[in-house]
């Protein structure tokens, strides 16, 4: 959604309250699709005092995303807030975001931010224990009968040592 300001801008200050909702199927990151459980819904405003343009959101959603252990589908629920500034004068500050046109446009805003919002680590729960590295079996639902005892080779005398006590 592209919001013009050029009417806004005109009057040095102002206050705009903004809500939306809007669908969004799927984002890409970083060579995975993330999909959307629910609808993206923002509340907030756009304030501008000068050259300076606030937008204050609180954003909602919920995505669908991959154990980075487990390699399972989860649904992760979002929530948070976004504060950007923007100004369409050159302002010599690296917290405002220089805006081209008289155009902000909400939906990239949002999107970058949902992106940033990502966890490192995707995963499912705290205590996923992901997959065997030998049979690739999912260990939160089954056991396996591969050895676990990976030992580096460099440090496999060292084993040896605490055996004798």
């Not at 970083?30 to 756009?46: A, C, Q, R, V």
């Not at 992901?130 to 460099?154: A, F, V």
């Amino acid at each position: 959604m592209i919001i013009e300001l050029s009417e806004l801008i005109k009057h040095k200050s102002f206050k705009k309250d903004i809500q939306l909702t809007y669908e969004e199927d799927k984002l890409y990151y970083d060579g995975e699709e993330i999909l959307f459980i629910k609808p993206i819904y923002t509340e907030g405003s756009i304030t501008g005092i000068g050259d300076i343009i606030s937008v204050d959101l609180i954003l909602n959603t919920e995505l669908q995303l991959t154990c980075s252990r487990c390699l399972e589908k989860f649904n992760y629920p979002l929530e948070f807030e976004i504060h950007e500034k923007f100004s369409t004068e050159n302002v010599e500050d690296d917290n405002v975001i220089f805006l081209e046109n008289d155009k902000l446009d909400i939906t990239e805003l949002v999107e970058n931010s949902i992106i940033m919002a990502l966890p490192i680590k995707k995963l499912c729960k705290e205590d996923c224990k992901g997959l065997c590295q030998k049979c690739g079996t999912n260990l939160n639902i089954h056991t396996c009968d591969c050895e676990s005892q990976d030992i580096d080779p460099r440090l496999a005398k060292l084993k040896d040592l605490f055996l004798d006590n």
